[in-house]
Nanobody, 115 residues
Framework: QLQLVESGGGLVHPGGSLTLTCTAS????????MAWYRQDQGQQREWVAS???????KYADFVQGRFAISRDNKLNTMTLRMNDLKPGDSAVYYC?????????WGPGTQVTVPS
């Protein structure tokens, strides 16, 4: 069964950067469109960015050129490079397929940007 694990979160001051990594347990990953999502306390989970199987990229409007998604199908990993972080980016970040599959939600990784 495919499992996804997120890592790389932490506390960073406004304007700082973080790189999140999603590691898949199986190489079926390479055949799936993958995405990053985030959920802040009391808010609905929202889509952040997605990567097609050939590396195409799409971003939510709020990213505004600050994030970059990439994937390595040989290593079964996907990253999200986040620059110029803002307090509004604070959330738990998750990776999943696009559309998301209920059984693929992992524990997520917390990103905190204090105001």
């Amino acid at each position: 069964q495919l499992q996804l694990v997120e890592s790389g979160g932490g506390l960073v001051h406004p304007g700082g950067s973080l790189t999140l990594t999603c590691t898949a347990s199986k190489d079926i990953f390479r055949y799936m469109e993958m995405a990053w999502y985030r959920q802040d306390q009391g808010q609905q989970r929202e889509w952040v960015a997605s990567s097609g199987t050939a590396g195409s990229q799409k971003y939510a409007d709020f990213v505004q050129g600050r994030f970059a998604i990439s994937r390595d199908n040989k290593l079964n990993t996907m990253t999200l490079r986040m620059n110029d972080l803002k307090p509004g980016d604070s959330a738990v970040y998750y990776c999943n397929s696009k559309p998301p599959r209920r059984n693929l939600w992992g524990p997520g990784t917390q990103v905190t940007v204090p105001s």
